[in-house]
């Protein structure tokens, strides 16, 4: 089981530089689509202090919102 959580929205770009620099580091994470339902939505929400930025990773070290790598 994936201990990270990423929250996305089809299509957005920095979600797929997330994906690529996870996969890089041989991280595993769970991914929910945040337009595909309303408990992922709520989540992201509480997760982004209701910003509603994708992507937002949930990590055992913490959260990041918004994507802060190069790509």
């Known amino acids: 089981m994936a201990d990270r959580v990423m929250y996305v929205?089809?299509?957005?770009?920095?979600?797929?530089?997330?994906?690529d620099a996870l996969s890089a580091e041989g991280l595993e994470w769970e991914e929910r689509d945040a337009t595909a339902n309303r408990e992922w939505r709520?989540?992201?929400?509480?997760?982004?202090?209701?910003?509603?930025?994708?992507?937002?990773?949930?990590?055992?070290?913490?959260?990041?919102?918004?994507?802060?790598?190069?790509?």
């Open 9 to 19: 929205k089809p299509g957005c770009p920095y979600c797929q530089h997330a994906r």
């Open 42 to 71: 709520a989540e992201l929400m509480e997760h982004s202090r209701n910003s509603g930025v994708v992507p937002t990773i949930v990590a055992p070290d913490g959260v990041t919102v918004g994507w802060q790598g190069k790509g």
